[in-house]
């Protein structure tokens, strides 16, 4: 493995791990509902179905921007419009998603096979230019894409997955 793969393996993990933390406690059938504020109120929070179906959907990109087959890992098409990137988030007690159990093992088997392509990615590979001219302006190279993916872009919505736990009364999630 190279130096760069190794980096951003090593974040890549953590991020996987911390995500499978979240579902401590989560019953699927509540997984697509907001939860409910002072008086009442619907909270308008993304819920961990949209969270995990919305990541699901990225990890193929990988397999994508190195010239990889990824329909192996690719996410159902129906599964893009529900959740792409600007989607809303539904409260419909999950009637327009898949199944909590369908959406969290799709998410790790994805992201599972993402973080072995990457370890065995050469160094040369990772730093050669996002080949995306309008991507190239947040990341410029293979590896930072990539370190978003599999890093940044998983932990800014487990955060929200964090809140809408501590929303519905469970308590934080172990580390």
Not at 88 to 114: E, N
Not at 133 to 139: I, L, Q, S, V, Y
Request: aromatic share 10%; charged share 15%; net charge neutral.
């Amino acid at each position: 493995m190279g130096e760069f793969a190794t980096i951003l393996t090593t974040g890549a993990k953590r991020a996987r791990m911390y995500s499978e933390l979240m579902l401590q406690g989560i019953e699927p059938a509540a997984a697509a509902k907001k939860p409910l504020g002072p008086g009442g109120k619907l909270i308008d929070t993304n819920t961990p179905a949209f969270v995990f179906g919305h990541l699901a959907l990225y990890p193929a990109r990988i397999f994508t921007l190195l010239g990889k087959d990824a329909s192996h890992i690719a996410a159902p098409e129906a599964w893009h419009e529900l959740f792409k990137a600007g989607a809303p988030c539904l409260d419909d007690g999950g009637a327009s998603y898949p199944s909590f159990t369908t959406l969290t093992a799709h998410f790790f088997r994805a992201t599972d096979a993402a973080i072995d392509l990457l370890s065995s990615t050469p160094d040369v590979h990772l730093l050669a230019m996002h080949p995306d001219e309008k991507a190239r302006a947040n990341w410029p190279n293979i590896g930072s894409a990539f370190n978003f993916l599999l890093s940044g872009h998983v932990m800014v919505h487990m955060g929200q997955v964090s809140a809408w736990r501590r929303c519905v009364g469970l308590p934080s999630a172990a580390t």
